[in-house]
């Protein structure tokens, strides 16, 4: 069993960059995958990244590409998503998960999330 806490969704203007935490606990096995999902209203559930959590390996959307890094934080259980230049589009609910997904970008494959962080851009 695994759980997943964010925090650090804010309210911030456009142009400014925001670091979102996800605390992990319980047990996180090692070939386990972490990532961030966002959610709009009215949107489907988007994919925006994901860590491989031993190893270290990263995947991106498109749309953060470049502006978001994933990390995992040295020797701790906490992930993070360091996001810049943020932009309107980007303001949405966001939720770690974590499992062990054939394909990293499916959200029904993951197996645990948390409750989500609101993260809102204003211009």
């Known amino acids: 069993q695994v759980q997943l806490v964010e925090s650090g969704g804010q309210l911030v203007q456009a142009g400014e960059s925001l670091r979102l935490s996800c605390e992990v606990s319980?047990?996180?096995?090692?070939?386990?995958?972490m990532a961030w999902f966002r959610q709009a209203p009215g949107k489907e559930r988007e994919f925006v990244a994901a860590?491989?959590?031993?190893?270290?390996?990263?995947h991106y959307a498109d749309s953060v590409k470049g502006r978001f890094t994933i990390s995992r934080g040295d020797g701790s259980n906490t992930m993070y998503l360091e996001m810049n230049s943020l932009q309107p589009d980007d303001t949405a609910v966001y939720t770690c998960?974590?499992?062990?997904?054939?394909?990293?970008?499916?959200?029904?494959?993951?197996?645990?999330w948390g409750q989500g962080t609101q993260v809102t851009v204003y211009s």
């Open positions: 998960a974590a499992g062990t997904p054939p394909n990293v970008r499916w959200p029904r494959a993951y197996d645990y």
């Open positions: 319980g047990r996180a096995e090692n070939n386990y995958i």
């Open positions: 860590i491989v959590w031993v190893g270290g390996d990263t």
